[in-house]
């Protein structure tokens, strides 16, 4: 099986920064991609962030461009989502995801195993 632990989040501020961590345990030699996903209060999860973590490819959510960055470290199997200019619309559980196989990395359907999520909250 895969672990998936998130670290990183917290209250901060508009405008802020903050940077979030996942590291991946288990059975996940040659796992394709890994992404960030969050959910606020009586939303549904989206899509954030992914990557591919042998060729590099990245996807974004557009209303993060510009704003977040997602980084890889394949000898750590960690994965990190660095966050800056913070809005009160970026608070959610945010969750990492790993997806083991080739194929899609945008939707919630497309990873195989998650975290339990971290906290971030943004106030005005």
């Known amino acids: 099986q895969v672990q998936l632990v998130e670290s990183g989040g917290g209250l901060v501020q508009t405008g802020d920064s903050l940077r979030l961590s996942c590291a991946a345990s288990g059975r996940t030699f040659n796992n394709f991609a890994m992404g960030w996903f969050r959910q606020a209060p009586g939303k549904e999860r989206e899509f954030v962030f992914s990557?591919?973590?042998?060729?590099?490819?990245?996807y974004s959510l557009d209303s993060v461009k510009g704003r977040f960055t997602i980084s890889r470290d394949n000898a750590q199997n960690t994965v990190h989502l660095q966050m800056n200019n913070l809005k009160p619309e970026d608070t959610a559980v945010y969750y990492c995801?790993?997806?083991?196989?080739?194929?899609?990395?945008?939707?919630?359907?497309?990873?195989?195993?998650w975290g339990q999520g971290t906290q971030v909250t943004v106030s005005s």
């Open positions: 990557i591919t973590m042998k060729e590099n490819n990245v």
């Open positions: 995801a790993l997806k083991m196989t080739y194929g899609s990395i945008t939707k919630v359907s497309d990873f195989d195993f």
